[in-house]
């Protein structure tokens, strides 16, 4: 790799590393298009234009090894019949690899690893026809070059600017001993009478070679133009052609307009040939297909996406919730201010001030979030080549159903749950499909199917992976447990169902009979358990034997700004979200009654089983106490609590496991007065409810409510002052 000169070029380097990845994912795609539909010459010239695309970006950001490999791989796509080569998509893939590892060791500031197979493959494309394309910058071809996207934008700007662009393509006279000098005298020449948009090889490249493409823009004529590339001994044959005329680039006309506007101005070509005899030019590609990003003008689409930062987008997050904690301390203000001074007549302008306020500040607070926010197919991409790799590894027949690609996530969310996503899928495959026969005895298709899905509910986001395979049998899972001294016989007997499956998400736990390079170390689904436990979520898994799996993910939401419901239990100030809450209820403690030692409260026609988060009613001065009805999936739970506080607009500040030792505190925040109040994690609540013991002799509390000595510690870490 070659040494970045400056912070310019080191910025230009970082920002071609990132987007080399997106480019890489088209790859892919592409590559798989070309899989289903061998021949394809769209997915082909997709495939050329992205490594196109790849060489000049790393070649302008100082990684050579790269730049140069595509290079060879854009040679071999230019060989006439490669589109239709029996290996063009494997290579396509390899490609995308290799150059994906590339760019780890660059980012790494490694040596990039070498690429001996793929050059082999590259050579293999390129060898096997023996008719070659014309090249872009052969004088001979017909057909026109492949311009970048900003070259596309400069043809635009320069046309409505009142210039003609022409594309010229020019052959050096075998005579000359220095076509790199002659290049750059015929730039020289030409510069002085317009503006060089682009050339093929690229301006700077010390590619030894006798053709090459010019785009040009000027106001000369084609004649002017002509008579500027009659350089002696030096260009041997020119030919001239506008791509693009002022006229064509004026926004339509109307129908009145168009009938009394002049003809469009028609296309010029002019070739110069030198009296020196030249050698016979390649036959001409007259009856070749048109590249699709040429035909026609070009077409200009305005740049409409800013690249940020993530690390900024947080920032002005961080800002934006201080605003709202600073929005409550006013409003707590202004309320003091109303309740001492009730006729004052300022009160009516500081409501009119806050109200205006609250308005803009919730504006600001959306767009914020959206920022933040990005479609769940970005994550979705990668898994079609991972399920076609994996499949084929495990001699399967699968296919992948994605839905729910325009749900919107946080990018730190999808971030984190990338690789337990990307570890249920090969689990899927690995363990969940049958291979053919097995299917086929089955009475399934021979076809495996795998289904991706997400989508919002209540305050979660949702991800499931489904199968439609084998199954899990909890009498094998429960029979490896034994073996494994995760459990002993007796505690196995009265294992249920639900309990069994849980087993798989043990360290080291596997159902695989033997260890392959995609499963069998019983790695995978561990770390789908303690990434979810991070961001306090959960994972459930759902099987039925013969039919199929299905995992779903509940992700809360960590770090966000959401209406919340203040509650006192014991004096203690918490809070949920209040899209989580069904219902509110109040009742006493002669209405509760105890199933198999369960307590549980008969609301209308609905037994609701009742989370008790601190003391008994009878044991405090009022016997009464609230239920905040919790859904929770299908189920409905109540929340017993002391006292409601209102509504509050928080900003959840995710908390470290130094500061709360719980997993059912998912966050804390600060009210206006000052005041910390801990978001309970309900999904967490839930799940200790259902699997404690069935007992009231350790209620919840002891575990939701942190000693007086934390509580500052999570004022402190909440952004507050103690």
Not at 84 to 96: D, M, Q, R, V
Request: charged share 30%; proline share 5%.
């Amino acid at each position: 790799m070659s040494r970045i000169p400056d912070e310019r070029a080191a910025e230009l380097r970082e920002l071609f590393l990132e987007t080399a990845q997106e480019l890489l994912q088209s790859l892919n795609d592409e590559a798989l298009k070309l899989e289903k539909q061998p021949g394809d010459p769209e997915s082909q010239r997709t495939i050329r234009r992205i490594v196109h695309t790849l060489k000049g970006d790393a070649a302008a950001a100082g990684c050579r090894e790269l730049s140069e490999l595509a290079h060879e791989f854009e040679d071999a796509l230019s060989v006439e019949g490669s589109a239709a080569h029996a290996s063009l998509a494997e290579i396509a893939f390899a490609t995308a690899d290799t150059f994906a590892a590339m760019l780890e060791a660059y980012g790494k500031q490694e040596k990039p690893p070498a690429a001996d197979d793929l050059r082999k493959g590259i050579r293999k494309l390129a060898l096997a026809p023996k008719t070659r394309k014309p090249r872009a910058g052969r004088s001979g071809s017909r057909a026109p070059a492949v311009w970048t996207e900003y070259e596309k934008l400069a043809i635009q700007d320069a046309a409505l600017r009142g210039r003609r662009v022409y594309e010229i393509r020019t052959e050096i006279d075998p005579a000359c001993g220095m076509p790199i000098a002659a290049r750059q005298l015929l730039l020289k020449a030409l510069g002085d009478a317009g503006e060089v948009l682009g050339s093929r090889p690229e301006a700077g490249s010390t590619e030894s070679t006798r053709q090459f493409r010019l785009l040009l823009a000027s106001e000369r004529t084609t004649d002017f133009l002509m008579a500027k590339c009659r350089i002696p001994t030096i260009i041997a044959r020119a030919d001239i052609r506008t791509i693009q005329s002022p006229a064509q680039a004026r926004p339509q006309r109307t129908p009145a307009e168009t009938a009394s506007a002049p003809a469009p101005a028609k296309r010029e070509e002019r070739t110069m040939e030198a009296a020196s005899p030249a050698p016979p030019a390649e036959p001409a590609a007259e009856d070749a297909p048109p590249s699709q990003e040429n035909e026609g003008p070009v077409k200009s689409h305005a740049e409409n996406t800013l690249r940020v930062d993530a690390e900024r987008i947080d920032n002005l997050l961080n800002l934006v919730g201080e605003l709202i904690i600073g929005k409550s301390m006013m409003q707590q203000v202004v309320q003091d201010y109303s309740r001492r001074n009730p006729k004052d007549a300022l009160r009516g302008r500081f409501a009119d001030a806050m109200a205006f306020q609250a308005r803009v500040l919730n504006d600001l607070q959306r767009s914020v979030m959206k920022v933040r926010m990005v479609p769940v197919e970005q994550l979705f991409r990668r898994f079609p080549r991972l399920v076609r790799d994996v499949s084929r590894q495990c001699g399967k027949q699968v296919a992948l159903a994605l839905s729910g690609q325009e749900t919107d996530l946080d990018k730190s969310l999808l971030d984190a749950i990338a690789e337990p996503l990307t570890h249920l899928v090969r689990n899927a495959i690995s363990h969940g499909i049958e291979t053919a026969p097995e299917r086929a005895r089955a009475g399934k298709a021979e076809s495996g199917t795998i289904r991706l899905k997400a989508f919002h509910q209540g305050n979660q986001v949702i991800v499931e992976v489904n199968d439609d395979g084998r199954g899990i049998e909890a009498e094998k899972v429960r029979r490896r447990a034994v073996e494994r001294g995760l459990l002993n016989p007796e505690e196995a007997r009265h294992m249920s169902e639900s309990g069994a499956l849980q087993l798989i998400f043990a360290p080291g736990f596997s159902t695989a009979d033997e260890i392959t390079e995609v499963s069998g170390r019983g790695v995978g689904l561990d770390i789908v358990q303690t990434v979810l436990q991070r961001l306090k979520g959960k994972v459930e898994v759902e099987t039925h034997p013969g039919r199929g799996t299905s995992f779903r993910l509940q992700l809360p939401l960590t770090v966000a700004i959401i209406k919340a419901l203040l509650f006192r239990v014991e004096q203690r100030l918490y809070a949920v979200a209040l899209n989580a809450v069904a219902e509110i209820a109040r009742t006493n403690e002669s209405k509760l009654h105890r199933v198999g030692n369960r307590e549980v409260l008969q609301l209308r026609d609905y037994v609701l089983p009742a989370i008790r988060l601190g003391k008994p009613a009878e044991q405090r001065e009022s016997g009464k106490t609230f239920i905040l009805v919790i859904a929770y999936g299908e189920r409905k739970f109540g929340l017993m609590v002391d006292s409601l506080e209102g509504e509050e607009e928080l900003v959840i500040k995710a908390l470290d496991d130094q500061t709360i030792e719980t997993d059912m505190v998912s966050g804390a925040s600060i009210l206006g007065d000052g005041r910390v109040v801990l978001i309970l994690n309900l999904s967490a609540v839930i799940e200790r409810f259902v699997k404690s013991r069935p007992n009231l002799d350790g209620p919840l509390h002891g575990l939701l409510l942190s000693p007086p000595g934390r509580m500052a510690a999570t004022k402190s870490a909440a952004g507050g002052q103690s």
